[in-house]
Nanobody, 125 residues
Framework: QVQLVESGGGLVQAGGSLRLSCAAS????????MGWYRQAPGEQRELVAA???????EYSDSVKGRFTISRDNGKNVVYLQMNSLKPEDTAVYYC???????????????????WGQGTQVTVSS
């Protein structure tokens, strides 16, 4: 099993920044691609950013140029740096990990088999 624990969420004014962290433990050797999803009330969970085992990245159009995903394999942590935050970024943010042994980016939610508990990000206008 793999455990994922997110941290770094909170309340921030529009235009501000936050950095989310996701610490992985357990059978971490089985983790390959990782991603950050978010879910706003009444909305479906959506992919925000993904990173492959080799460090390739992908972003949703809504956050491209503002958010940066990165990973520190030595510390078993993945980060999401969020800049120029907007009220529409308000959501619960989830870290996800895929055990599928591929080197590519994983973009589909069905391929992620480990999830964190989520951390709330609230952006005030």
């Amino acid at each position: 099993q793999v455990q994922l624990v997110e941290s770094g969420g909170g309340l921030v004014q529009a235009g501000g920044s936050l950095r989310l962290s996701c610490a992985a433990s357990g059978r971490i050797f089985s983790i390959h691609a990782m991603g950050w999803y978010r879910q706003a009330p009444g909305e479906q969970r959506e992919l925000v950013a993904a990173i492959s085992a080799l460090g390739a990245t992908e972003y949703s159009d809504s956050v491209k140029g503002r958010f940066t995903i990165s990973r520190d394999n030595g510390k078993n942590v993945v980060y999401l740096q969020m800049n120029s935050l907007k009220p529409e970024d308000t959501a619960v943010y989830y870290c996800a990990a895929a055990s599928t042994p591929v080197l590519r980016i994983v973009s589909h939610i069905s391929e992620y088999n480990y999830w964190g508990q989520g951390t709330q990000v609230t952006v005030s206008s």
